[in-house]
């Protein structure tokens, strides 16, 4: 019963390093409450090993690249609001009609965003073609809710960003570059 209590305070608490302050502090409790039935040695040294072994396993899950990006394209920091009162971005009042923001400073090579759900659910996504380095054939062009890439006929999915026509030949491609983008007000905000 303990040791399930245990697992559930980890399970719980181990998202953040906030998270495991705050599992320690409760293992630290467990301490106190197995004190009273134990000598101080054997609890003392038992969870010195579980303070070692946890430890050692938070430092093991750790992964040496935060971001899993394209390589392709720089991350480049920018903020756009889309009024959608305006006739340009009227379209995003529909769910499933990309607006593509070929604005200066928005991403790479511009930004598609669509409506993706009933309420405030957005998505947005670098317009240049993600499985190569910008070049004069890299913006795409949307069709539906696809975008496609003129240099290689790529086919990408508006909804989700995921490469379509994905060519099986063992080589790595990559799916659309996302960014953020939020509803505040009537007007959505997109940003990296």
Aim: aromatic content about 14%; some cysteine; hydrophobic content about 40%.
């Amino acid at each position: 019963m303990i040791l399930f209590n245990v697992s559930v305070l980890l399970m719980e608490k181990s998202s953040t390093v906030t998270g495991f302050v705050r599992f320690f502090e409760d293992l630290t409790q467990i301490y106190g409450f197995f004190g009273q039935f134990c000598p101080n040695y054997a609890v003392s040294h038992y969870m010195r090993i579980l303070y070692f072994a946890l430890l050692t396993l938070f430092l093991l899950a750790c992964e040496n690249d935060p971001t899993n990006r394209n390589p392709f394209l720089q991350e480049v920091p920018f903020r756009f609001d889309l009024n959608l009162n305006l006739p340009l971005y009227n379209g995003l009042n529909t769910i499933g009609n990309p607006v593509y923001v070929g604005n200066n400073g928005v991403g790479t090579r511009g930004a598609f965003v669509m409506r993706s759900g009933i309420g405030d659910e957005f998505v947005a996504w670098e317009a240049s073609c993600p499985n190569h380095a910008p070049n004069s054939c890299s913006t795409m062009t949307i069709e539906g809710q696809n975008a496609i890439c003129s240099c290689e006929d790529f086919e990408y999915s508006l909804f989700t960003g995921q490469h379509l026509n994905r060519p099986d030949d063992g080589a790595r491609y990559y799916d659309l570059l996302f960014y953020r983008a939020v509803l505040s007000g009537n007007t959505v905000v997109i940003s990296n």
